[in-house]
């Protein structure tokens, strides 16, 4: 089944029930022109105007099994709903009300209605009293408050590479949850899981409707990440990494014939919409035990009709715990003590254990220095809980992987490959569901990214391995090919780099590891730009994120966005004279990248800087 765009008419953007009837009686509909969706409604702030965000383009990102299209959008319309005028909205025009037509007519006033306008304006001026100077300078205010805000909004959609959508597949639920659903015969967005539908606040007013009609308009969007590949096993076939791109794996036909075995290979991530948010923004547990960063992360492979799926989380440490201040990497700290703490961690984990049944903790924080406080606080209410569901697993990734030993990670995946036997994975086919996964690894460091994405991309290569022995696509005791191991890698980098874009404005650290294999000089040097990159979003620019996101949730916004208007030119002035920070940045840098790079044996002479932090 194919579905088509439709068209949007500006008499529909005044109310949220309008009918067909409503727009049969209304005088003059003016086609706006073709939209692919609806994402909903959302209001920047009190002061200003509710607005109606829809899907402008959108790309094609694949084609899952029985032939389920999943398209990520690529740029929006945003309109306002307090006016019925004619919006310059440059979307595609339908041949239909726009025959002949390459652009939109744009409806301006005559020069005798310009004129007449011109001089009312003039008399209403003369006759404004001083005191209305204030109303204008607010008026002012405001106004540049809500382009900030828009600018913003533009930003998270169209440069973030992050909203998915299917119309046929349902993106918020595993392989796993859909074999099992008793939802059958239900629309799809009555079927997703609440946590990851992304816009469902901003579709509020459509899901009360409770009308079928109206259900046809509602699309469950999720903000993550998605691809889609096919991968040929061909054990002749040599690598050839000066022809793969860094960024996107080659588009090409790998093998021409039927010898080699293929399969079909997906990553799919999904980021909650509760507790959504940026970086030193967002942290640890709150009050309705949902965790900061959250994203479920999907992989599964088809092979003719069998599916299998293998499901990993990520999530900040659920205690109540933050990052608070304007310098380089803050020390972390504890907000409540351990017994006004722990029921939050138990209604997380009742939470988490209802969906998953099991729960393996691995813990990557450092055992020692600034990030002790936060382990030690999640193994004693670990403790504390005491749930034989939950295997906690601490492994100190910085100690284990110094000096650019990334390969280092295999020692951890080769102590849990019990655990990982033990798990199991989903499996299905034409018969229905074959076997299911047994719980999930729940994989934590600070900011739930960059060593996260490392661990979790190794603990999912050894499960596919298992999984293509077991299905005969792969031979026993071989590795997967190293093309085809190349590809895999790029996939598993590319979603580190979009989940970390989300949560903290930058690609993630390490990356270079994720993507070759192997951990170079020069990937040090790219964290270290991306390191200051992120410093100055924090400072600079999260507030105005993280109040869209707020918003967009239906979360009321804590700061006070005119203050952090009007005083951030201040603040940007206050950076650009403010020498010692730039300093202070670069010094940490090179003590931390000293540690990472000088091995044991080794001591430090001297050092140049090499990157410009200037942001």
């Known amino acids: 089944m194919s579905y088509c765009t439709c068209c949007i008419y500006n008499t529909t953007l005044l109310s949220s029930s309008f009918t067909a009837t409503d727009l049969l009686l209304a005088w003059n509909p003016i086609c706006l022109g073709l939209v692919e969706g609806i994402i909903g409604k959302v209001q920047l ?12 383009q959108k790309s094609l990102i694949g084609v899952l ?36 037509i390459n652009k939109p007519e744009k409806i301006s006033h005559s020069p005798d209605d310009s004129k007449f306008l011109l001089k009312t304006f003039t008399q209403i001026k003369s006759n404004v ?13 405001r106004e540049k408050l809500e382009r900030r805000l828009l600018d913003e909004l533009f930003k998270m959609f169209m440069d973030s590479d992050s909203f998915y959508y299917s119309w046929t597949y349902d993106l918020t639920n595993t392989v796993q949850r859909q074999s099992t659903s008793e939802k059958t015969g239900l629309p799809l967005w009555q079927k997703v899981d609440e946590r990851f539908f992304w816009n469902r606040h901003m579709l509020q007013d459509l899901i009360e409707l409770q009308d079928q009609q109206g259900g046809y308009w509602i699309l469950p969007i999720i903000q993550g990440f998605v691809q889609i590949e096919e991968l040929v ?43 959504a948010g940026m970086r030193y923004k967002r942290r640890g547990v709150d009050k309705s035990g949902n965790v900061a960063n959250y994203v479920e992360t999907e992989q599964f492979i088809h092979v003719h009709n069998h599916t299998l799926s293998f499901v990993q989380t990520r999530g900040s440490v659920p205690v109540f715990w933050s990052q608070v201040g304007y310098r380089y990497n803050p020390r972390p700290r504890l907000d409540k003590g351990e017994k006004d703490t722990s029921p939050y961690f138990c209604l997380h984990f009742n939470k988490e254990l209802e969906i998953y049944k099991k729960q393996a903790i691995l813990n990557l924080v450092d055992q020692a220095g ?74 934590n460091c600070m900011d739930c990214l960059d060593r996260t994405n490392v661990v979790q991309a190794a603990i999912a290569r050894v499960v596919m391995e298992h999984q293509l022995k077991k299905l005969g696509v792969m031979p026993p005791e071989q590795p997967l090919p190293m ?22 404005g930058t690609a993630a650290l390490k ?18 730009v991306n390191s200051a990159n992120r410093y100055y979003l924090n400072r600079f620019k999260d ?35 403010s020498q010692r920070n730039h300093q202070e940045l670069i010094s940490q840098l090179l003590q931390n990248y000293m540690q990472i790079l000088l091995p044991d044996s080794e001591k430090f002479h001297g050092g140049w800087a090499l990157i410009d932090c200037d942001p």
Request: with cysteine; aromatic share 10%; glycine share 6%.
């Open 483 to 504: 093309k085809c191991y190349r590809l895999y890698q790029i996939m598993w980098a590319n979603n580190g780099d979009s989940i970390s874009k989300q949560y903290a």
């Open 370 to 443: 600034r990030e002790k406080i936060i382990g030690d606080a999640y193994l004693k209410q670990v403790l504390m809980f005491n749930c034989p569901g939950l295997t906690y697993i601490s492994f100190d990734f910085h100690e284990h992987c110094r000096g650019m030993k990334f390969e280092n990670v295999q020692t951890l995946t080769d102590a849990i490959c019990d655990i990982i036997t033990d798990m199991k994975w989903c499996w299905v086919d034409q018969a229905g569901v074959i076997c299911k996964q047994d719980g999930i690894f729940r994989v």
């Open 543 to 577: 507030a105005y994120r993280q109040a869209v996101i707020d918003l967009m949730q239906g979360v009321p916004v804590t700061e006070d966005l005119y203050s952090i208007f009007t005083k951030e030119k201040e603040h940007e002035a206050l950076h650009r004279q």
């Open 65 to 100: 099994p029985k032939g389920h299209e999943i398209y990520k959008i690529t740029k929006i319309a945003v309109v306002p709903l307090s006016t019925a005028e004619p919006q310059d909205l440059e979307l595609d025009l339908c041949k239909k009300h726009h025959f002949g």
């Open 129 to 141: 009293s001083a005191p209305n100077k204030k109303k204008v300078r607010e008026s002012k205010e």
């Open 233 to 275: 096993v061909n054990y002749n076939e040599s690598s050839d990494d000066e022809k793969s791109s860094p960024e996107t794996p080659p588009q090409e036909n790998m093998c021409v014939d039927d010898i080699h075995p293929r399969f079909l290979v997906a990553i799919i991530s999904r980021r909650s919409r509760h507790r």
């Open 511 to 528: 990356g270079d590891f994720t993507r070759t294999g192997e951990r170079k000089l020069a990937g040090v040097m790219k964290d270290g």
């Open 45 to 56: 702030h009190a002061d200003l105007p509710w607005w109606l965000l829809l899907i402008r």
